[in-house]
């Protein structure tokens, strides 16, 4: 079997081809939602290596198995003719609810919040903040393609407690670590 080329040139022209074949222009707002997906897939594949380095097997388990979600997700939405009803592979309310369980989890071991957290601390917990803004930023442009196309709301669902979900990890790894959290401070 012959290896396909990487490049086919046939975006070469501003479009690509949604699954089914239709060719649209690469702004446009579906490709702009699992665009930003796959954006965020890769910053958890950042993260990912950081856990690993230092030796988070649990917390990496979660995380592959979010990167998977994340996958099925941009397919879906790199679907034409998917609608509100079609289900996206491999994505149900379980996969929401397990997120909240890993939230509820880290939380319960977390100080209460004083103010406003900055992003940083150690790398791995600011790694997550930058992935708490790319879901958040998916989240959004998911949210703009329902308001022109058909969406399963599990989308919008997956993606915003995502996004509580690194939230909370960034503190629950800041904190694991002995860094202290940064708080906002307005007068600085």
């Known amino acids: 079997m012959m290896k396909s ?4 040139l046939t975006g070469d022209r501003g479009t690509t081809s949604l699954v089914g074949g239709q060719r649209v222009d690469k702004d446009n707002m579906r490709v702009e939602a699992y665009g930003t997906v796959d954006e965020l ?3 958890i594949g950042l993260l990912a290596c950081h856990l690993r380095d230092n030796g988070d097997e649990a917390t990496g388990k979660v995380i592959f198995a979010i990167q998977n979600r994340l996958f099925n997700l941009g397919a879906y939405l790199a679907t034409e003719n998917a609608d509100a009803d079609s289900p996206v592979y491999g994505l149900t309310d379980d996969d929401v609810k397990t997120i909240e369980a890993r939230i509820d989890e880290m939380d319960a071991t977390l100080p209460p919040m004083k103010s406003f957290i900055l992003p940083g601390g150690c790398i791995t917990a600011a790694q997550c903040d930058v992935c708490r ?3 958040r930023r998916a989240e ?3 949210i703009t393609l329902s308001h022109n196309a058909p969406v399963n709301p599990i989308a919008m669902r997956y993606l915003n407690r995502l996004s509580d979900f690194f939230f909370v990890l960034s503190r629950f790894i800041n904190i694991k670590n002995h860094f202290d959290e940064i708080f906002w401070d307005k007068n600085a």
């Open 41 to 43: 897939n890769s910053h």
């Open 133 to 135: 803004t790319v879901a």
């Open 140 to 142: 959004r442009r998911v």
């Open 5 to 8: 080329k990487v490049y086919t």
